[in-house]
């Protein structure tokens, strides 16, 4: 099952179904033409206006560096030119361990032009997370960044190779933007060690198969080590051109690409923006202030990300606001539960549509939200509708399987060509996470609201049964996050003196202010009924969280093991 649901959650509580819209939701619009294989998504571009600005990159003194269409597609073929003399080929697997750099782009491109897939690896990985994606991808090649942020990733690599039982692969050495190449070297970790180089006249990029595996992604690992999900190239081009056209991306717009690209929710953004032949606006570290002085000056017209990465953007507008009149959209995934706030933030301070989104490693981000014309609030749940009709969505009862009709809660299942193809290193993980017949396991809670739509509720593990209903701990959350000593609020369930469940909320008060433990169970109690008044709440400096590729999230799990802990003390 998927382990790191990105999803903008809704509110109501799960004692009743989630709120169904009262009329029927927008269809989207019908993608533009799907491109031929991978690098065409790219050289369709060239071909149309070689001159346009693809991707703007970070120099190393913060200044915005271009890059043409016609200059990446030239990148992407003397990359794979040097790719097929480095003996790379079909099925072969190439580590692309790169920050938001256009070189990304251009690894996938030229890796996919040789018939061989990529795995993205985040700058922040540990040696043994690496160890891990080594022996399951069993990469051929590392693309290593040079000297980016302090990290010492070539340490890490060098760690990596001896803890895991993979071959050592070979390194080519990627300086970045604006940035000089190193001798290569120092860089061989058993398996030779180069620099990319420019080739004057490269060979035509070959044309590739579109079946063939293309890119994997890392799942949140929060049961354990990732699973590596990986996806074919025609699933790929599929989403992009459907994510293009349903979000209303156009030509010459620029879409925020702060998000790292190892992870599905960058890689889906910068891939829609491209299909849609619009700018990627590349940060390769998230500083709030630089990231709001760009989309100021740049007229950044879409953002996609989590409400953890928009709070710090409304935190440092509200230190030093800019106008962004040309924001007009975010998709929102909930990992703080302050995403409705934020909503209201965006749309008085800027004129914003936000929708609330769906999506998954194994599912990729962008798989739904809703249209922009579905009223507020309920466009910020998550859910909505799937981005193209090949992507059927069912509810299914969790333990018989069996389908469930509109309006009833059950699992969230799925199938089409945005669903995970093949788990690098673990074959047994793909029959574990499909039914008998052919659907996909979420592992979330949701309603199907009519053919193609449906309302997310929660992870199935999150839901809480309190007296003998279900609630969903979003509701609990949003209530404490409303108060106004409240920074962040998270809600768990554990197993009471009887037990029964019982809520335990976590708090994290604002700066200056220090709410009390019986106030805020008296906040809830005026808004929620007295069953979701949570027994105890703990006023906390921090929340513990994890940084994955997709934003920082809550670890709901050592929340549990801290309420549990001073639950027995209190005992």
């Given at each position: 099952?998927t382990?790191?649901?990105?999803?903008?959650?809704?509110?109501?509580?799960?004692?009743?179904?989630?709120?169904?819209?009262?009329?029927?939701?927008?269809?989207?619009?019908?993608?533009?033409?799907?491109?031929?294989?991978?690098?065409?998504?790219?050289?369709?571009?060239?071909?149309?206006?070689?001159?346009?600005?693809?991707?703007?990159?970070?120099?190393?003194?913060?200044?915005?560096i271009?890059?043409?269409?016609?200059?990446?597609?030239?990148?992407?073929?003397?990359?794979?030119?040097?790719?097929?003399?480095?003996?790379?080929g079909?099925?072969?697997?190439?580590?692309?361990?790169?920050?938001?750099?256009?070189?990304?782009?251009a690894?996938?491109?030229?890796?996919?032009?040789?018939g061989?897939?990529?795995?993205?690896?985040?700058?922040?990985?540990?040696?043994?997370e690496?160890?891990?994606?080594?022996?399951?991808?069993?990469?051929?090649l590392?693309?290593?960044?040079?000297?980016?942020?302090?990290?010492?990733?070539l340490?890490?690599?060098?760690?990596?190779?001896?803890k895991?039982?993979?071959?050592?692969?070979?390194v080519?050495?990627?300086a970045?933007?604006?940035?000089e190449?190193?001798?290569p070297?120092?860089?061989?970790?058993?398996?030779?060690?180069?620099?990319?180089?420019?080739?004057?006249?490269?060979?035509?990029?070959?044309?590739?198969?579109?079946?063939?595996?293309?890119?994997?992604?890392?799942?949140?690992?929060?049961?354990?080590?990732?699973?590596?999900?990986?996806?074919?190239?025609?699933?790929?081009?599929?989403?992009?051109?459907?994510?293009?056209a349903?979000?209303?991306?156009?030509?010459?717009?620029?879409?925020?690409?702060?998000?790292?690209?190892?992870?599905v929710?960058?890689?889906?953004?910068?891939?829609?923006?491209?299909?849609?032949?619009?700018?990627?606006?590349?940060?390769?570290?998230?500083?709030?202030?630089?990231?709001?002085?760009?989309?100021?000056?740049?007229?950044?017209?879409?953002?996609?990300?989590?409400?953890?990465?928009?709070l710090?953007?409304?935190?440092?507008?509200?230190?030093r606001?800019?106008?962004?009149?040309?924001?007009?959209?975010?998709?929102?995934?909930?990992?703080?539960?302050?995403?409705?706030?934020?909503?209201?933030?965006?749309?008085?301070?800027?004129?914003?549509?936000?929708?609330g989104?769906?999506?998954?490693s194994?599912?990729?981000?962008?798989?739904?939200?809703w249209?922009?014309?579905?009223?507020?609030?309920?466009?910020?749940?998550?859910?909505?509708?799937?981005?193209?009709?090949?992507?059927?969505v069912?509810?299914?009862?969790?333990?018989?399987?069996?389908?469930?009709?509109?309006?009833?809660?059950?699992?969230?299942?799925?199938?089409?060509?945005?669903?995970?193809?093949?788990?690098?290193?673990?074959?047994?993980?793909?029959?574990?996470?499909?039914?008998?017949?052919?659907?996909?396991?979420?592992?979330?809670?949701?309603?199907?609201?009519?053919?193609?739509?449906?309302?997310?509720?929660?992870?199935?593990?999150?839901?809480?049964?309190?007296?003998?209903?279900?609630?969903d701990?979003?509701?609990?959350?949003?209530?404490?996050?409303?108060?106004?000593?409240?920074?962040?609020?998270?809600?768990?369930?554990?197993?009471?003196?009887?037990?029964?469940?019982?809520?335990?909320?976590?708090?994290?008060?604002?700066?200056?202010r220090a709410?009390?433990?019986?106030?805020?169970?008296?906040?809830?109690?005026?808004?929620?009924?007295?069953?979701?008044?949570?027994?105890?709440?703990?006023?906390?400096?921090?929340?513990?969280?994890?940084?994955?590729?997709?934003?920082?999230?809550?670890?709901?799990?050592?929340?549990?093991?801290?309420?549990?802990?001073?639950?027995?003390?209190?005992?």
């Amino acid at each position: 099952m998927t382990d790191d649901v990105l999803s903008s959650r809704g509110g109501g509580g799960m004692t009743d179904a989630p709120a169904v819209p009262p009329h029927p939701v927008s269809a989207f619009p019908a993608p533009v033409e799907t491109p031929r294989d991978l690098p065409d998504l790219l050289g369709r571009l060239v071909r149309r206006d070689p001159e346009r600005i693809a991707v703007l990159d970070k120099g190393p003194d913060g200044a915005t560096i271009p890059v043409t269409r016609g200059e990446l597609w030239r990148r992407t073929a003397a990359l794979a030119e040097e790719l097929r003399t480095a003996g790379i080929g079909a099925g072969d697997c190439v580590a692309v361990w790169l920050p938001n750099w256009s070189d990304s782009l251009a690894w996938q491109f030229a890796v996919a032009a040789r018939g061989a897939h990529v795995i993205g690896v985040n700058t922040r990985y540990n040696v043994e997370e690496v160890a891990h994606v080594l022996d399951r991808a069993r990469p051929a090649l590392v693309a290593l960044a040079h000297d980016f942020h302090g990290l010492d990733l070539l340490g890490r690599l060098r760690d990596a190779v001896a803890k895991a039982a993979a071959p050592a692969p070979a390194v080519a050495v990627v300086a970045g933007p604006g940035r000089e190449a190193p001798d290569p070297a120092a860089f061989d970790v058993g398996g030779g060690s180069w620099v990319p180089g420019e080739i004057a006249d490269p060979p035509e990029v070959p044309v590739s198969d579109p079946d063939g595996l293309a890119v994997a992604f890392t799942t949140s690992g929060s049961t354990g080590m990732p699973k590596l999900a990986a996806h074919k190239a025609a699933g790929v081009l599929a989403h992009a051109a459907a994510d293009a056209a349903a979000i209303g991306m156009s030509d010459g717009e620029h879409v925020l690409c702060a998000l790292p690209l190892s992870g599905v929710f960058g890689y889906n953004t910068a891939m829609a923006a491209l299909a849609a032949g619009a700018t990627c606006v590349f940060h390769p570290a998230f500083d709030a202030d630089v990231v709001l002085d760009d989309m100021a000056a740049l007229g950044v017209t879409h953002v996609v990300g989590g409400d953890d990465l928009v709070l710090r953007l409304a935190e440092a507008w509200k230190a030093r606001p800019r106008d962004l009149p040309a924001w007009r959209w975010w998709g929102v995934a909930d990992f703080q539960g302050r995403s409705r706030e934020l909503a209201v933030w965006a749309r008085d301070a800027f004129g914003t549509s936000t929708s609330g989104v769906y999506g998954s490693s194994e599912l990729f981000a962008l798989t739904s939200f809703w249209p922009h014309d579905e009223p507020e609030p309920g466009r910020w749940a998550g859910g909505g509708r799937v981005v193209h009709p090949g992507i059927r969505v069912r509810v299914a009862d969790p333990v018989s399987e069996e389908p469930l009709p509109p309006g009833q809660e059950g699992e969230l299942q799925f199938r089409g060509p945005n669903v995970v193809d093949a788990y690098l290193g673990d074959d047994a993980a793909a029959a574990r996470a499909f039914t008998s017949d052919g659907w996909f396991h979420s592992g979330d809670l949701g309603t199907l609201v009519d053919d193609g739509v449906f309302a997310y509720v929660c992870r199935m593990g999150d839901a809480l049964r309190l007296r003998g209903f279900l609630v969903d701990p979003s509701e609990i959350e949003m209530r404490l996050a409303a108060h106004p000593g409240v920074h962040t609020a998270k809600v768990v369930g554990i197993a009471g003196a009887d037990g029964a469940t019982v809520a335990v909320g976590f708090v994290v008060p604002d700066e200056g202010r220090a709410p009390s433990a019986a106030e805020l169970r008296a906040w809830c109690a005026d808004g929620l009924a007295r069953f979701k008044v949570p027994d105890m709440i703990y006023v906390i400096d921090e929340m513990p969280t994890t940084s994955g590729t997709n934003g920082r999230k809550i670890r709901a799990a050592t929340l549990r093991e801290w309420a549990t802990t001073r639950s027995e003390n209190h005992a």
